[in-house]
């Protein structure tokens, strides 16, 4: 018998990196439980995917239940799902507010009680949190201080998580990514936006993906976020 092939759960899943992510997983010979709010059924009997809302306790936990029920494990978590509203501060609505605090923050927390307490039961499991280097470096042309409250609160978890169960076989880190080309990002403004990195370029959802995957199979690495910016983390530009 061959080893025990590993499941990951991936949010947030439906398109640009969160796509490409679980085409990550599988191409790599992993299990995949993907979610988003409209994702539809998987033909593939490798990905079984559960749609629904992340930030809702309930589905959080379907996610969680159906991956084990499905696949018998939950060896890695990426929360990746999340929304970004570039606004003056002055200018968010308390819609804004509510949104992006649902998506990044509840997001994160009710689907990640539910897998640590999973891979509490087998002794491992490995978590990435999805954040943004604009929490270490904010650009002035892009104000972004509802990502740096919620993006933040998941970098400074990441290493919080990481200490509390770091006796207990689970990983948690986090990747940070620039600005990525997805088609959120109209063509007319890459250039623009390639510009705000010292690279010179966008990222591309490759990068990410490979980032999540090279953090995935680094055992003694925890605590960590990995910068996935073209050097923009590194100092102003």
Same mark, same amino acid.
């Given at each position: =018998?061959?080893?025990?092939?590993?499941?990951?759960?991936?949010?947030? +899943?439906?398109?640009?990196?969160?796509?490409?992510?679980?085409?990550?997983?599988?191409?790599?010979?992993?299990?995949?439980?993907?979610?988003? /709010?409209?994702?539809?059924?998987? *033909?593939?009997?490798?990905?079984?995917?559960?749609?629904?809302? %992340?930030?809702?306790?309930a589905?959080?936990?379907?996610? %969680?239940?159906?991956?084990?029920?499905?696949?018998?494990?939950?060896?890695?978590?990426?929360?990746?799902a999340?929304?970004?509203?570039?606004?003056?501060?002055?200018?968010?609505?308390?819609?804004?507010?509510? /949104?992006?605090?649902?998506?990044?923050?509840?997001?994160?927390?009710?689907?990640?009680q539910?897998?640590?307490?999973? =891979?509490? /039961?087998?002794?491992?499991?490995? %978590?990435?949190?999805? *954040?943004?280097? !604009?929490?270490?470096?904010?650009?002035?042309?892009?104000?972004?201080?509802?990502?740096?409250?919620?993006?933040?609160?998941?970098?400074?978890?990441?290493?919080?998580?990481?200490?509390?169960?770091?006796?207990?076989? %689970?990983?948690?880190?986090?990747? +940070?990514?620039?600005?990525? /080309?997805?088609?959120?990002?109209?063509?007319? *403004?890459?250039?623009?936006l +390639?510009?705000?990195?010292? =690279?010179?370029? =966008?990222?591309?959802?490759?990068?990410?993906?490979? +980032?999540?995957?090279? !953090?995935?199979?680094?055992?003694?690495?925890?605590?960590?976020? !990995?910068?996935?910016?073209?050097?923009?983390?590194?100092?102003?530009?």
């Amino acid at each position: =018998m061959g080893a025990q092939r590993k499941v990951a759960v991936v949010t947030g +899943a439906s398109q640009g990196i969160g796509a490409d992510l679980v085409k990550g997983f599988l191409d790599r010979g992993d299990l995949v439980v993907a979610n988003s /709010r409209s994702i539809g059924p998987s *033909t593939s009997p490798e990905q079984w995917n559960v749609a629904g809302d %992340i930030s809702d306790p309930a589905v959080a936990e379907k996610v %969680i239940r159906e991956a084990v029920e499905k696949f018998g494990r939950v060896d890695t978590l990426v929360n990746n799902a999340g929304v970004f509203v570039a606004k003056p501060f002055t200018e968010y609505t308390e819609a804004d507010y509510a /949104r992006v605090l649902s998506v990044n923050l509840n997001g994160f927390f009710f689907v990640t009680q539910q897998a640590v307490k999973q =891979m509490l /039961r087998q002794n491992s499991g490995h %978590i990435v949190n999805i *954040t943004t280097t !604009l929490v270490g470096q904010p650009l002035k042309a892009v104000p972004s201080a509802l990502a740096s409250l919620t993006k933040g609160g998941l970098d400074a978890v990441t290493r919080s998580l990481a200490i509390e169960y770091a006796d207990r076989g %689970i990983r948690v880190n986090a990747v +940070a990514p620039g600005i990525i /080309r997805t088609p959120m990002h109209a063509p007319e *403004t890459h250039a623009f936006l +390639a510009g705000l990195h010292p =690279m010179g370029r =966008m990222g591309e959802t490759r990068d990410v993906v490979d +980032a999540v995957l090279s !953090l995935d199979q680094a055992g003694f690495v925890t605590g960590e976020t !990995l910068h996935v910016d073209g050097g923009a983390h590194a100092g102003r530009w």
